[in-house]
């Protein structure tokens, strides 16, 4: 499934200075920088968003790593596409890690994804589902079949998120009906450990 973020980005006193003289001086290509504060302060973003999406795609929700790696994207983008929007490159609700192929040029490459701007990015209005701000069971509904999971729309903007993305084809249906398999699977594994691990305490605890 597709989930909204809910946690916020942490990084070290250094880090954050090191960005906050970034944004002042307005340099936003330092971000491909290859130096050792700017990889750092990347690897940490990955590794908390990581965590943050349980290793999937915050568009499509399919799982990171095994199909594509998992890449930090600019949900409005830093530079090319159709309308750049340079000065949110290290606004951090404006990072999350995606798929390679809902981060592909034919996806958000090819369309200004911000509907209304602002200066202030809290402020902006998004035409796609936006990982932080919006509930994704407010603008999709799922349809389980016994081999697939079919996404629908409730809103223009979970419409609009499924065309982007092409969150309704036949192989991305596939793709979920999948996961959720695997992910049951996963669960019963665990619910069988944790019983196990019970009764070891049980009978050591009465031995």
């Not at 994804?113 to 202030?120: A, L, P, S």
């Not at 036949?170 to 594994?189: P, V």
């Amino acid at each position: 499934m597709i989930n909204q973020i809910h946690n916020a980005l942490v990084l070290t006193q250094q880090q954050e200075t090191h960005l906050a003289g970034i944004v002042v001086n307005r340099r936003p290509a330092e971000w491909d920088k290859t130096n050792a504060i700017m990889t750092d302060i990347k690897g940490s973003i990955l590794s908390q968003l990581d965590g943050f999406q349980k290793q999937k795609c915050c568009y499509c929700g399919l799982q990171l790593w095994e199909t594509s790696r998992g890449e930090i994207d600019h949900i409005a983008p830093k530079g090319a596409r159709p309308r750049a929007y340079p000065e949110f490159t290290f606004e951090k609700k404006n990072l999350v890690l995606s798929c390679e192929y809902c981060n592909g040029s034919s996806k958000k490459g090819q369309t200004d994804i911000v509907f209304r701007y602002n200066t202030n990015y809290s402020d902006c209005e998004f035409k796609i589902v936006h990982p932080y701000f919006d509930n994704p069971y407010s603008h999709y509904e799922w349809v389980n079949t016994r081999t697939q999971i079919q996404l629908r729309h409730k809103t223009w903007k979970g419409k609009y998120s499924i065309l982007l993305f092409q969150l309704d084809t036949i192989g991305q249906a596939n793709a979920r009906g999948k996961q959720r398999i695997y992910e049951k699977k996963l669960n019963n594994i665990k619910v069988v450990k944790d019983l196990y691990d019970r009764f070891k305490r049980i009978i050591y605890f009465n031995s």
